[in-house]
């Protein structure tokens, strides 16, 4: 079966061909970065112009990419939540259209599940249970994953989702959007034991907070105006990467599950790659990241969950898809 993946929750129009939901025959993204760069961060109405602009033209070369015709498709699957709601609907209404023009199901993936199967993508032998830890610009959580289709959100952000905090941040510094990349590349020439920046809600539970952080750095900045940028950043970046890994391994302790899948946006950053495996290998817990190339917002893995739902799941589809922009991945399947 080849699946057709669409994903416009946010600021990337992607698009992939899948084949019995493993083998990527193509994968393309569009990032909308310079489009956003001069608001300091995703303007809705601009991006889902842009996604209009961009989605059929997208479809057509991953076509072409992977040598295949529209009469080869059988399933398409489309994000429907959680994201902005214009550009989710431009990608539900196009995907809608391809259904019906060609006659084949359609089935709404939730943003949150595929980043999940990134993981599925790039380790199958690697199944569940797993804690998942998904971390990206718009999420933060902790869920629990006993087998893929089931998923119990344990743990999960108060406020800002990393990704977010980590934007603020940068803009704070005037390194323009989006400012994770910059912050990790200036962190790696910085100390990061420089600036004190607290960790919020380190001890208590499971749930996390960064606006308190993002907090702390506009006093600091105000108190002592020549921190070299490095070692704001190195400090900045290890205080979230401290906080995240500090809950991955407790909720993983937990709830007795020895495997750790990170996946979103973040999971690409470098420190986190260094600082989480070492950390959980100290209580022999295996963790496991995805190639940057799946952390990031694709399509590969949206059609991956569109497979396992219409083929194992048994989701028969549904043509009257809207968008849901807080859709909880909380008992999700």
């Given at each position: 079966?080849i699946?057709?993946?669409?994903?416009?929750?946010?600021?990337?129009t992607?698009v992939?061909?899948l084949?019995?939901?493993r083998?990527?025959?193509?994968?393309?993204?569009?990032s909308?970065?310079?489009l956003?760069a001069?608001?300091?961060?995703?303007?809705p109405?601009?991006?889902?112009?842009d996604?209009l602009?961009?989605?059929?033209?997208?479809?057509?070369?991953?076509l072409?990419?992977?040598?295949?015709a529209?009469?080869?498709?059988?399933?398409?699957?489309?994000?429907?939540g959680?994201?902005?709601?214009?550009?989710?609907?431009?990608?539900?209404?196009?995907?809608?259209?391809?259904a019906?023009a060609?006659?084949?199901?359609?089935?709404?993936v939730?943003?949150?599940a595929a980043?999940?199967?990134?993981?599925?993508?790039?380790e199958p032998?690697?199944e569940?249970?797993?804690?998942?830890?998904?971390?990206?610009?718009?999420?933060?959580?902790?869920?629990?994953v006993p087998?893929?289709?089931e998923y119990?959100v344990v743990?999960t952000?108060r406020?800002?989702?990393?990704?977010?905090?980590?934007?603020k941040?940068g803009?704070?510094?005037?390194?323009?959007?989006p400012?994770?990349?910059?912050?990790?590349?200036?962190a790696?020439?910085g100390?990061?034991?420089?600036?004190?920046?607290?960790?919020?809600m380190?001890?208590?539970?499971l749930?996390?907070?960064f606006?308190?952080l993002?907090?702390?750095?506009v006093y600091?900045?105000?108190d002592?105006?020549?921190?070299?940028?490095?070692?704001l950043c190195?400090?900045?970046?290890?205080?979230?990467?401290d906080v995240l890994?500090?809950?991955?391994?407790r909720?993983?302790?937990?709830l007795s599950?020895s495997?750790?899948?990170?996946?979103g946006?973040v999971?690409?950053?470098?420190?986190?790659?260094?600082?989480?495996?070492?950390?959980?290998?100290?209580?022999g817990?295996a963790v496991?990241?995805p190639?940057?190339?799946?952390?990031?917002?694709?399509?590969?893995i949206?059609a991956?969950c569109?497979?396992?739902?219409?083929?194992e799941?048994a989701?028969?589809?549904s043509?009257s898809?809207s968008?849901e922009?807080?859709?909880?991945?909380?008992?999700w399947s």
């Open positions: 079966m699946v057709l993946g669409i994903e416009t929750s946010c600021d990337e992607a992939a061909l084949r019995d939901g083998e990527i025959l193509s994968s393309l993204v569009y909308q970065t310079d956003h001069r608001y300091g961060g995703v303007m109405e601009a991006a889902s112009r996604h602009r961009k989605l059929p033209r997208l479809v057509d070369e991953a072409a990419q992977a040598g295949l529209w009469g080869d498709l059988g399933l398409v699957g489309v994000t429907y959680p994201g902005l709601v214009g550009p989710l609907l431009v990608g539900i209404s196009y995907a809608s259209g391809v019906v060609r006659d084949l199901p359609l089935v709404g939730n943003h949150l980043h999940l199967f990134a993981h599925r993508l790039s032998e690697a569940p249970p797993f804690l998942g830890l998904v971390v990206s610009g718009g999420h933060t959580l902790l869920a629990a087998r893929w289709g119990k743990g952000t406020d800002d989702a990393a990704g977010e905090a980590l934007d941040f803009r704070l510094l005037g390194l323009g959007y400012a994770g990349p910059k912050i990790g590349a200036l790696r020439e100390d990061p034991a420089a600036v004190p920046f607290p960790r919020p380190l001890e208590s539970g749930d996390m907070s606006a308190g993002k907090t702390a750095a600091w900045l105000r002592h105006p020549g921190t070299p940028p490095a070692d190195a400090s900045f970046l290890e205080a979230v990467v890994s500090e809950k991955a391994v909720a993983a302790r937990r599950l495997r750790i899948v990170v996946v946006g999971a690409a950053n470098r420190r986190l790659r260094e600082v989480l495996p070492e950390r959980a290998q100290a209580w817990l496991h990241f190639p940057p190339e799946l952390c990031t917002d694709n399509a590969a949206v991956a569109a497979h396992h739902r219409f083929t799941l989701c028969p589809g043509l898809l968008p922009p807080n859709l909880s991945l909380d008992g």
